[in-house]
Structure formats: C-alpha cells, structure tokens
C-alpha cells in the first residue's frame, strides 16, 4: 500500500503557483519524499526529492514539514504543458528501490 | 543517448498466446524495473533487477517471468496471456548518485489481450 495522501484533483490558472500537498504521516527517519509526474500516458518523471529540509530546483520546490508528516510541491508559474499527474513516494534512498505508487494527483493547468 | 527503450509499442494478444516484451538502457544503471498501470491507476511493481544476474518479485508477479540478459537489458515475459494482464507496461532503471536515486521510465508498451 502507498505510505502517501494525496487530493485526487486540483486546478490552477495558467502563470499561477500551484501547491499540491502530500501527507506521510507514517514516514521514518531515513525515509525520503520523491515527487514524480506523468504525462499523458508518457513514462513517469523524475521531478525532486528531500529529506527533511526545503528542495529547489529547475522544475519545482518541496517544502517539508518540521515534523515531516507532510509536504507540499510547488510550480512556480504553472504553464499548459505542467497539466499531468503527481505522484508524492516515500522511500529510502541507496542501492535499489521500488517505488509504490498511490494514485496521485491529477494537476489540470487552464489558460 | 537513447535513455530507456521499449519494444513493441502495441500489441495485441489473444488469451492464452505468450509474448516477451523487451527492455534495453544505455545509461549503465544497475537497477531496471518492470511496472504494469491499469487505466485510472498508479504504477504496480511487477519484478526488479537490483544489478544483473539477480531478479526479484514485486507487487504483482503472478503470471510473469522476467530475464535480465546483461546490464543493458531487461525482458518481461507473458507465458500464457490472460485479459486481466491487458495493461501499459513500463521498464525502468536507476542510478544512485549521493541521496539522488532517480529512476528513468521508457515510453511503455500497451498490450491488449482478448
């Protein structure tokens, strides 16, 4: 079963922020929070990971609770081509993994 | 630089055919993966290859096989093809670089089994 809580849809306006939230209450020391997306049916993609401090790079931010029962990913300025579904993973990091993912969040960006 | 590559990208079986889907990374990752996505769903571990010569169960092995051939390469095999196995399938590998393990998908195989 996923380890994750994610809101099965959201919208947002096109050049707007959009935050998709995450909830992992039951997630362990060692254990990392990954974001992926998926594009229409394309192969999923790697988007950003974090521990437990805030993660920027040129895709997104993550933002990671204190007590890092939660997280939030931003877009910055979301655009049309951002329209995909989310998945937040929890799992540790180091020699090989098995991602588990739950359904995710259907993200649509409107002009 | 190819990344992750999959073959075929359609097929149709009839229910008791068997077929093996193909899997070849250029990336040099140890690991390689095999997911299944039924429409609506997330992705499902069927088998893992941690590094060659070694495969390992999933989620939801039952009713497939899997070979890793070399570091390059990873196929799923379908014995005897049943319409509950109608799905797109995904192969994946993996690098570890620091606390970065980032797995690269391929474009999928959609298979159809009537």
């Known amino acids: 079963d996923a380890k994750t809580t994610q809101p099965p849809s959201m919208d947002c306006a096109e050049g707007r922020a959009a935050n998709l939230p995450c909830n992992h209450s039951t997630i362990s020391g060692n254990e990392y929070v990954y974001w992926y997306r998926q594009i229409h049916s394309q192969g999923p993609q790697y988007i950003i990971h974090?521990?437990?401090n805030n993660e920027t790079n040129e895709m997104a931010s993550l933002i990671i609770t204190e007590d890092r029962k939660s997280s939030t990913l931003i877009l910055p300025h979301a655009t049309l081509r951002d329209t995909a579904v989310y998945y937040c993973?929890?799992?540790?990091?180091?020699?090989?993994?098995?991602?588990?993912f739950g359904a995710g969040t259907r993200l649509a960006v409107h002009p | 630089n190819a990344g992750v590559t999959q073959t075929p990208k359609f097929q149709v079986l009839k229910t008791g055919q068997s077929m093996t889907l193909q899997c070849a990374q250029d990336?040099?990752?140890?690991?390689m993966y095999w997911y299944r996505q039924d429409p609506g769903m997330g992705l499902r571990l069927i088998y893992y290859?941690?590094?060659?010569?070694?495969?390992d169960k999933g989620e939801v092995p039952n009713g497939y096989n899997v070979s890793r051939l070399n570091k390059r390469e990873f196929s799923l095999r379908l014995e005897s093809a049943a319409p509950s196995q109608t799905s797109v399938y995904f192969c994946?590998?993996?690098?570890?670089?620091?606390?970065?393990?980032?797995?690269?998908f391929g474009p999928g195989t959609r298979l159809l089994v009537l």
């Open positions: 290859s941690a590094s060659e010569g070694t495969t």
């Open positions: 994946a590998s993996s690098e570890l670089m620091g606390s970065k393990e980032t797995q690269y």
């Open positions: 990336m040099n990752h140890n690991s």
């Open positions: 993973i929890v799992m540790f990091s180091g020699g090989y993994n098995k991602l588990i």
């Open positions: 974090g521990l437990k």
